[in-house]
């Protein structure tokens, strides 16, 4: 098991590793256009769940490393839209509004101090994240992301799930599962719907 649980993990950290390569080149070369908002409530969302997954028990870096790999590639992602995204990537009175939901759990996780309440209000916010590139994709009816970094991360969360240590673990990691399986259907749904508009 011990052999298992590190094959699983550098395997886990390989592939955000190429997730964030493959965003930058992305970005750089403007074949996507993703959500700032998104990136940025995820950077707080996973910083915070982070601590408050450590502060909860006595764990280590290799019991989530879901959870430690993807705040180094979030910030990071979030640092590249800032540099190479383009004017669609920033904030909008939608995101706006998801801040606002963000910042009250913030804030309660603050008043509180309960750190597995606020485990599980964390990953609340993880799945507002997502709501800016979703509603941007129904809006514009155009896919705005690259279906490789999405497929890998899902990947990414299923294998962390079989080695996650503690309940709040797994639930970080079948949060990630649902939300981006959830946005791969609707990028393929646009991308359908477009490709019949084009033969239209």
Not at 29 to 57: C, D
Not at 101 to 113: E, R, T, Y
Request: net charge positive.
């Amino acid at each position: 098991m011990p052999s298992t649980k590190l094959l699983i993990n550098i395997i886990v950290s390989g592939i955000n590793i190429f997730i964030l390569s493959r965003y930058i080149y992305l970005l750089y070369y403007k074949k996507i256009s993703p959500s700032l908002a998104m990136w940025t409530f995820f950077s707080l969302a996973v910083g915070i769940s982070l601590f408050t997954y450590f502060a909860e028990s006595n764990h280590s870096i290799s019991d989530n490393i879901l959870n430690v790999t993807d705040l180094i590639l979030v910030v990071s992602v979030s640092v590249a839209i800032l540099i190479w995204g383009d004017h669609s990537t920033r904030f909008n009175r939608f995101d706006m509004g998801c801040l606002v939901a963000v910042a009250a759990i913030i804030i309660f996780w603050i008043l509180s101090n309960n750190h597995v309440i606020t485990h599980y209000s964390v990953q609340a916010i993880m799945v507002i994240s997502y709501f800016p590139v979703l509603g941007r994709m129904v809006n514009q009816q155009r896919n705005t992301e690259a279906f490789s970094p999405w497929i890998m991360m899902l990947v990414a969360a299923a294998l962390s799930l079989l080695v996650s240590e503690g309940w709040l673990a797994s639930v970080y990691a079948i949060r990630a599962i649902v939300c981006t399986g959830t946005l791969l259907v609707l990028m393929i749904r646009v991308e359908i719907k477009a490709r019949k508009a084009q033969i239209s």
